[in-house]
């Protein structure tokens, strides 16, 4: 009788170990899929399958990821001209900035979407640190601080977006081309601007 009792204890206890290794690998194979396939593009749920399909490189992704935190950094610096500058050309500069950039942020955004990739919703902690200082800045100071920043970032983009266009991408070589043209001229501007401040 006792033999019996141990016997079918074995059993059960090795019948139960086996359910659990079974509900173990069921919940890690779920877990693996939905983990390894999944993931937020933007907000939204994607299949891994997709970011295969979309056919950009991460070199196309960085491309991305960086000129958005550019973008978003030439309209906030825009907001703080539009207040804090005291010459009239320096405004209009930057009234132009702010729109340029704003159209070239919601165009990238569109983009970005449409190939899965993740770009950035705000600034780095540096870069708000810099324009909080920046919000401390007025008249004179601030033209000479906010045009001296804007000639070295659009020669950083400038570069930046040379990487852009030699993309494998055609859809992001042309949207590089078209934007450098816009951000060449910004250059321009800035340089000419930045002398008449000295």
Not at 12 to 35: G, P, R
Not at 82 to 94: G, L, R, T, Y
Not at 95 to 111: P, Q
Request: charged residues 30%; hydrophobic residues 40%; glycine residues 6%.
């Amino acid at each position: 009788m006792k033999k019996i009792f141990i016997l079918s204890t074995i059993v059960a206890a090795s019948m139960s170990f086996q359910a659990c290794q079974t509900a173990d690998k069921k919940s890690s194979t779920t877990k693996d899929s939905v983990s390894g396939d999944t993931t937020m593009v933007n907000g939204n749920h994607v299949a891994g399958s997709e970011v295969v399909e979309s056919g950009i490189d991460e070199a196309g992704a960085n491309f991305l990821r960086k000129a958005a935190v550019g973008g978003i950094m030439e309209v906030e610096a825009a907001k703080i001209a539009q207040k804090n500058a005291s010459s009239q050309e320096v405004k209009d500069f930057a009234a132009k900035m702010l729109e340029d950039h704003t159209k070239a942020n919601k165009e990238l955004k569109e983009f970005a979407v449409k190939k899965k990739v993740i770009t950035p919703d705000a600034l780095p902690a540096d870069d708000q640190i810099h324009l909080d200082e920046m919000k401390k800045i007025k008249g004179i100071a601030f033209d000479k601080h906010y045009m001296g920043m804007m000639v070295t970032d659009h020669e950083k983009t400038i570069a930046l977006f040379k990487e852009g266009i030699s993309n494998k991408d055609s859809g992001l070589k042309t949207w590089a081309t078209k934007t450098l043209a816009t951000i060449e001229q910004h250059d321009e501007m800035a340089k000419k601007i930045a002398l008449g401040l000295k």
